[in-house]
């Protein structure tokens, strides 16, 4: 892309699953994997325990993922083994305008 061009929805939207999962050894290679294997790298994850230990909570953002694509993701990963739930949600970049702070 360059420097001049605007950016397209799908490229400037970032997508955001969160994933509710049973707490075992594998529930965290397995999620990781769906997403490997639908040709997805995810720009952030951030993977929690419950205090509890029973409960996994795998929060994990795409960058430039059509929402209609983000929804086939939700829907994979809403159909693996041990998984409570799946919401999946979206961002956009911050402001860049007269009044936008950029870091130094």
């Given amino acids: 892309m360059s420097p001049v061009s605007e950016p397209t929805q799908s490229q400037s939207v970032t997508a955001c699953f969160t994933v509710l999962a049973d707490a075992e050894p594998g529930a965290l290679p397995r999620l990781l994997g769906a997403v490997a294997k639908l040709g997805l790298t995810p720009a952030r994850l951030v993977a929690s325990l419950s205090e509890d230990g029973e409960e996994l909570t795998l929060d994990l953002q795409v960058a430039g993922l059509a929402p209609g694509r983000a929804a086939i993701v939700g829907d994979t990963l ?5 998984v409570r739930a799946a919401l999946v949600g979206a961002k956009a970049p911050a402001a860049r305008g007269p009044h936008a702070v950029r870091a130094a």
């Avoid at 809403?78 to 041990?82: E, K, L, S, T």
């Fill in 78 to 82: 809403r159909a693996m083994v041990g």
